[in-house]
DNA sequence: AAATAAATAATAACAATTACTATTATTATT
DNA sequence: AATAATAATAGTAATTGTTATTATTTATTT
């Protein structure tokens, strides 16, 4: 893979904020710098950084979402205000457990926990 | 909510299968005895069936799923066939360290097991 | 049986993402 | 430094999963 200024905007856009942005937020953010930028190239450049493992790619419902934090964590999602909070919950003994019973051979265990934040505390 | 027959064989089909199947998938099947049946009309009714509590959405990357099982559950998603299979995971504790650590109000607790399933042992 | 309004089929609209293609930019080779 | 090879891009079209719209049908109430 080959040098592109495109990519290390991306790549330095999504290393700049623990909000799991979107590809259309990143794609918004980058357009100052590149003002003719085009979402597609978000797309494939997201792709290819989360492929090489530099970025990870998460699900969130219908949208994806990125994250710089590759290392293995969980997040929680408040249904208020939409904010998603890493948090650290896993343990081995899950994928020892399903290894065992299951005959599952695991490569990753998704957590996400849907609930409402501190800040909405009445 | 008033009765309908297009709802109740869609219930029916949901019901009749451990595969978590599609909107589509369930389309198909409805297909057979609804021969005119609208893929809106499915996408309606598992709408109501999950808000009334009858069953459940699930989230399988960018597709829905529905399951007929909502008592809480875990699975686990073979990267390899596609299959998604039950697993209960989660215990109360989960819950608990984040309402004490988090202050997060929890409501769902979602876990995924990516990996390959024991059809595929070499 | 007539009135009311929920549900439907058919279709259009939508949002997120991927595919296509002519052009541009990076890297390797001379 | 010029040339060649080809990866990456911008712009756009296409695709996919899902929701919205609307005229018509159907279930329920009166
Ligand atoms: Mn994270
Ligand atoms: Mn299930
Ligand atoms: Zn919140
Ligand atoms: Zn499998």
Redesign the interface.
């Known amino acids: 893979m080959r040098f592109s200024s495109q990519r290390e905007i991306i790549r330095e856009i999504v290393e700049s904020t623990n909000a799991h942005p979107t590809a259309d937020w990143i794609y918004n953010k980058a357009k100052k710098r590149l003002p003719n930028l085009s979402l597609g190239t978000v797309y494939r450049n997201l792709k290819q950084l989360d492929e090489e493992g530099t970025i990870k790619a998460i699900?969130d419902?219908?949208v994806?979402r990125y994250d710089w934090n590759t290392a293995s964590h969980d997040h929680?999602k408040?249904?208020v205000c939409g904010e998603i909070?890493d948090?650290h919950?896993q343990d081995d003994s899950?994928r020892k457990?399903?290894r065992k019973n299951?005959?599952?051979?695991?490569?990753?265990?998704?957590?996400?926990?849907?609930?409402?934040?501190?800040k909405h505390?009445k």
């Open positions: 699900t419902g219908n994806s929680m408040c249904k909070i948090v919950l899950i457990k399903i299951y005959k599952f051979e695991v490569d990753d265990v998704k957590m996400t926990i849907i609930g409402t934040c501190k505390k």
